[in-house]
């Protein structure tokens, strides 16, 4: 879980970024040198590439649902992201995490 108003959030984002997705680390000696670059542009997720020199991923983080006001049902959206992933149309979903997934950036769009 990565808390979004924690001061280390970026170090959490590295953390579970460098789990999923190991091919990050790739030359890399700890997660601490992965870069984290926020994005604009979500509807209800905050977006961040994650990237070393040589991959980049992008890192969704759903907002919190602890007030009651969840709009769209996470894990049925996951499992059919997932599903559209496996059948080439939509980017490769590299794995979830408790408030959030990590998937293939398409760099440019």
């Given at each position: 879980?990565?808390?979004?108003?924690?001061?280390?959030?970026?170090?959490?984002v590295?953390?579970?970024?460098?789990?999923?997705?190991?091919?990050?680390?790739?030359?890399?000696?700890?997660?601490?040198?992965?870069q984290?670059?926020?994005?604009?542009?979500?509807?209800?997720?905050?977006?961040?590439?994650?990237?070393?020199?040589?991959?980049?991923?992008?890192?969704?983080?759903?907002?919190?649902?602890e007030?009651?006001?969840?709009?769209?049902?996470?894990?049925?959206?996951?499992?059919?992201?997932?599903?559209?992933?496996?059948?080439?149309?939509?980017?490769?979903?590299?794995?979830?995490?408790?408030?959030?997934?990590?998937?293939?950036?398409?760099?440019?769009?």
């Amino acid at each position: 879980r990565v808390d979004p108003d924690a001061p280390d959030r970026d170090d959490q984002v590295r953390k579970i970024s460098a789990e999923i997705c190991p091919f990050l680390m790739e030359e890399l000696d700890d997660s601490s040198q992965l870069q984290v670059k926020p994005l604009s542009g979500g509807l209800s997720n905050e977006l961040f590439i994650v990237s070393s020199s040589k991959h980049a991923v992008l890192f969704r983080l759903h907002p919190s649902e602890e007030d009651g006001t969840q709009i769209v049902n996470r894990e049925q959206e996951n499992r059919l992201v997932a599903w559209l992933s496996r059948h080439g149309q939509a980017p490769i979903f590299y794995g979830r995490f408790e408030n959030g997934r990590l998937e293939e950036l398409y760099p440019e769009v």
